[in-house]
């Protein structure tokens, strides 16, 4: 039996997306009653959640609403008998993301947040922090679904699956919604009308069927897709999109994810980013700076709405998804939606208990993947590699240990040398020392 009134908790609740998720509780409201939304931080973001939790305050008045915002700087007090919980968390804040891009870039090695040396030690800052998250839940909540959309989610959800028996964990990544968008676009149909079968883990999928209302189209859209110009690519906020060439996709016969422009552009994507540091800006700074911006705006007593400003983050339609997630799994609808499950057999090539990125039908009982069999073989080995890297990353953060962090770093197509690995892990181990108790860097 549903209940008729759900408590949702948001940890990291000061994040600049807030607003999108309030707004998506606020629309679904008639099917998604949200009695009490907590918003938890820690005492460093106090400032961001108060001015965060006082638009969330005035959205929710000016949508006449029984909805309550709560603020909370105790994670134990506000996870009580939540039904959902949500993690948009940042150890280390924005200052943690600019050091990650900026030392391996120093190198002459990418620094991206969700993918390589920086993404690896983003995972080792959250890591601790999800598995202690996961055993208040159990305690506290132990009924709740954690939906992670912090990166790199994949593997996060990788780390609560590997080191704990919490089953009601989902990884959350934008990119499946951003490339459905795309594709609707090219075909020219309704996003609603839209649905894929993907292969892979978060950041690293690749479309290997779509679907317009049921009918398979990817013939037509491979087609497409290999003859894209440049200005037609799916892009992301956070880097541009480069066209591939109608040969590689024509021989791949599956469609990358923006992401992957990372691994089949990699000189391409080093040499904007090296350019970009070189005139004293990289990525996280750009992002800062936006972030100033809407806080500022966040501060108007008069803005009761979530801003348009904050399409220009990267993870815009995180929180939507987030809120579509939820919707589905609290009326079983049944929809097809694309999350960072269990394996299970969905992939027949990787690990039962490895999370995997696939298409799942959301049901009152959770996602369920939609099997896809065996990884088409140009992708195999590519998918292997991540997933291998996934797994040294997930054990190097648990254990501390340096070794596996140079390993996993090794085995990342993102790092040239095996010198340039002991390097870079060297100086971010010293970086982020006080995010990394379990290293006992010294």
Known sequence: MKKKSLKIVTIGGGSSYTPELVEGFINRYNSLPVSELWLVDI?????????VGALAQRMVQKAKLPMKIILSYDRREALKDADFVTTQ?????????????????QHGMIGQETNGAGGMFKAFRTIPVILDIVKDMQELCPDAWLINFTNPAGIITEAIFRYTNF??????????VNMVSGFASMLNVKEEDV????????????????????????????????????????QMKNFVSLPYSPSFIKGLQAIPCPYHNYYFFTKEQLEEELQQLNTGTVRGEVVSETEKELFALYSKKELDKKPEQLAKRGGAKYSDAACNLIHSI?????????????????????????????????????????????LKLPIIGYIHMIKTFERLVVEAAVEGS??????????????????????????????HKQYLPQFNVK
Request: overall charge negative; proline content about 5%.
């Open 167 to 176: 089953e009601k964990a989902i990884g959350l990544c934008n990119v499946p």
């Open 43 to 51: 005492e460093e973001g106090r400032e961001k959640l108060e001015i």
């Open 89 to 105: 968390m940042r150890v280390g804040r924005l200052q943690a993301r600019i050091l990650d891009e900026r030392i391996p870039l």
């Open 195 to 234: 649905t894929m079968e993907i292969q892979g883990v978060n950041h690293f999928i690749f479309a290997t069927n779509v679907f317009v209302n049921g009918k398979s189209c990817f013939d037509k859209l491979l087609h497409l897709y290999a003859h894209l110009k440049e200005e037609d690519t799916i």
């Open 402 to 431: 340096r070794e596996k962090a140079v390993a996993a770093l090794n085995l990342n197509p993102l790092c040239p040398s095996d010198t340039l690995a002991n390097i870079v892990v060297n100086e971010l181990l010293k970086a």
């Open 330 to 374: 609290y009326n079983n609808t049944g929809d097809i939606q694309y999350v960072d499950v269990r394996n299970n057999g969905a992939i027949l090539d990787l690990p039962t208990e490895s999370a995997v990125e696939v298409a799942c039908r959301i049901t009152s009982a959770g996602p369920q993947p939609i099997v896809t069999g065996n």
